[in-house]
């Protein structure tokens, strides 16, 4: 058996560029498969465009028209390799839906399909656009009505992912939430079409030496020190946190000691460099914390910022799971996180905090109060991370695939 995984973020590892979770997941599955060897395996990349392949950073930069352009074009081209092999002995993996093969085509010609949902992009829509205020289920019954006035993303966004819960043989998604998400906005799906593949924890190197970076930025012995580790992008909510330390610092109860924050990550996608100069402007507006936006950091240097933080912090408006979360767990760093789909499926209340926006400013300064109880959550983040191998998913995935289940 054959399968082709197509990624339409895939082949840029070796550039330093913030594609993503489902980037990070298709490098760490095709790397997994590769030794296991469960199945005969091709990645099918942009290189497959040629010359107009954009590089990993012009795709991050890409504006709305240019992203569907793109996404179209994958499709294309995509589905046109599929089709040269034959479908008897073929199994297709989707990493994208938006920019994934053309789901129904594949379907007529009898392609097993089976699609990666890294994020639920209508239930996305919905909670950044439509402020939360709007479910899911009504975007889906609404879109036939509004499509004449849509822009070409927007329509990628829903027609892909109906033709994708149509036409595969099954979905694979990260969490029980979004199960639940894809099944109210798709009633006539049925549930056991829907495998939940929690991702875990791949990052099991051994931690870095923060005393580098405490040279490198000036951070004092005695400073407490929050992380944020995500692209910059509106979604991510890293203004939302530094509005939290911005009400923090209006009152009584801030601490003595120096406050720092590390806000990792670059500019990706069609807001993000707006959104990156919106938060240097809230950052600049604080004046008793240290806010430092170190850029992109991966390897070496992300373990390093996790030795060095003493609480990680998830300010996300919308995650479907939450990779850097397990990673930061898997460092032994307790946690607070904005309550979402994603960070609901992994947080336990022995290792952080689940909260509204409303409630970080207070989560951080309670945590960061007792540092006993920080070091016995750190361990219990630690081991409990630790356990949830990305391995043993890969496996289950090519069990899945293979329909050795």
Known sequence: ????????????????????????????????????????????????????????????????????????????????????????????????????????????????????????????????????????????????????????MAKLVWEKQEASVRHSRGLIVPSEGMRDVLLRCYPDCPSEKIHVLPWGNWNLDAAADPEPLRREFGVPDDARVLLALSRISPEKGQDLLLEALLEWERRDDFPEYPLWLFVCGDAAFMQGQRFLDKLRALAGRLKRTRVVFPGYVTGERKRAFLALADLYVFPSRHESYGLTLMEALAAGLPAVCLDTTGARSVMREEFGKLVPPSGLRAAISRLLADEEGLRKMGAAAGKFARGQRFSDRAAELADIIAERQ
């Open 1 to 152: 058996m054959r399968v082709l995984y197509t990624a339409a973020h895939g082949g840029f590892s070796a550039e330093a560029v913030p594609l993503g979770g489902g980037a990070a997941v298709f490098e760490h599955l095709i790397e997994e498969w590769s030794r296991t060897q469960p199945f005969e395996l091709t990645a099918v990349t942009p290189a497959i465009l040629g010359t107009s392949a954009p590089s990993g950073g012009e795709l991050v930069k890409f504006g709305e028209r240019a992203y569907a352009r793109f996404c179209r074009e994958f499709e294309r081209a995509s589905t046109a390799v599929i089709l040269r092999h034959d479908p008897e002995q073929t199994v297709v993996l989707a990493n994208d839906i938006s920019e994934g093969p053309d789901f129904a085509e594949l379907a007529a010609h009898g392609y097993r399909v089976y699609s990666i949902y890294h994020v639920d992009v209508v239930a996305y829509v919905a909670a950044i656009y439509g402020r939360g205020a709007i479910a899911p289920e009504t975007t889906v019954r609404w879109y036939p009505r509004l499509r004449w006035c849509l822009p070409e």
